[in-house]
């Protein structure tokens, strides 16, 4: 009689490159893949021709602190990453980890370093350099970021159409304008908590970024009305703006905004007082608050 095992074969036997790595392997979380590797040799060499061939790699799917000679053993012979996830990596990623896998990586469209904060600029260059069809790049809480490996991101990178740049202090109005006279074909664009920032640089992204849908000026305290309206004037696309913490933007700037659909993070005066006045006084409820 057959075996059992033979008579139903072994996982193995199906061809590698066109079956188990683009059709099934990519279904596994990547914990799981990695604990693959201690089943038998084989399962090891699978592992590795998926690892090799991996277009995503995101670090949250192993953990929060992955080893460092295991990051650079993971990508080690990968040059088709499309999209690469290390948001707050700061405990053990650095420019000699990260480096060497953008060097190699030439498709990449999507990078993600939102809280890496032992980076240094040098990884913001080489990523100019690398990665000429980047599309969306997050650099949100990475206070290395300058104005010169910015201003390298710009000439190199001119098809971005998202920037995370929130609490980028170090930036400024000057830094943002060359950005976006490069990028003009930005769609999204976070300059948050950054007191640096103010209308010589919105206006700017107004006139350039005519394709704009989201912008994000949280607690931008240079900000004033008269950008606002620049911006209501230029970006016909604009979906959202956020813009609490901006004393300095008034509602009349707002109301051009808001009469179009536009979403806004600020309630429009009234609606915040009678807000007020239902958790201060208590009988705002018998009021009508839709105004």
């Known amino acids: 009689m057959m075996s059992l095992t033979s008579s139903r074969g072994c996982l193995l036997d199906l061809p590698w490159e066109d079956i188990l790595v683009p059709h099934i392997l990519c279904h596994l979380p990547l914990q799981q893949l990695l604990s693959l590797q201690r089943v038998s040799k084989s399962f090891q060499s699978l592992i590795q021709l998926y690892l090799a061939n991996m ?102 990178c001119k098809a971005l159409e998202a920037v995370d740049l929130t609490a980028c202090r170090q930036l400024k109005d ?49 900000v004033k009305s008269d950008s606002i309206r620049v911006l209501a004037e230029y970006c016909p696309k604009l979906r959202s703006l956020k813009v609490k913490h901006c004393h300095n933007v008034a509602e009349s700037s707002l109301s051009i905004l808001r009469s179009r659909g536009v979403e806004l993070d600020v309630e429009p005066p009234l609606q915040r007082a009678l807000v007020l006045l239902q958790d201060v006084v208590g009988f705002a409820p018998f009021i009508n608050l839709q105004i």
């Open 55 to 156: 277009r995503c790699f995101d670090s949250s799917q192993i953990g929060p602190a992955i080893p460092r000679a295991a990051f650079v053993n993971l990508l080690k012979d990968n040059e088709v990453l499309q999209q690469l996830v290390l948001q707050n990596c700061s405990d053990w990623l650095t420019d000699r980890e990260l480096l060497p896998v953008i060097g190699q990586n030439h498709h990449l469209h999507q990078i993600q370093l939102k809280g890496c904060a032992q980076l240094s600029r040098h990884a913001l260059v080489a990523i100019s350099l690398s990665c000429p069809n980047l599309r969306r790049l997050s650099l949100a809480h990475c206070e290395w970021v300058d104005s010169l490996s910015l201003r390298s991101l710009a000439d190199h």
């Open 174 to 222: 000057e830094a943002i304008c060359y950005l976006v006279q490069k990028c003009s074909r930005l769609k999204s664009l976070s300059l948050a908590v950054n007191a640096n920032v103010g209308d010589v640089a919105v206006e700017e992204i107004a006139k350039c970024c005519p394709e704009l849908e989201h912008l994000d000026l949280t607690g931008c305290l240079r």
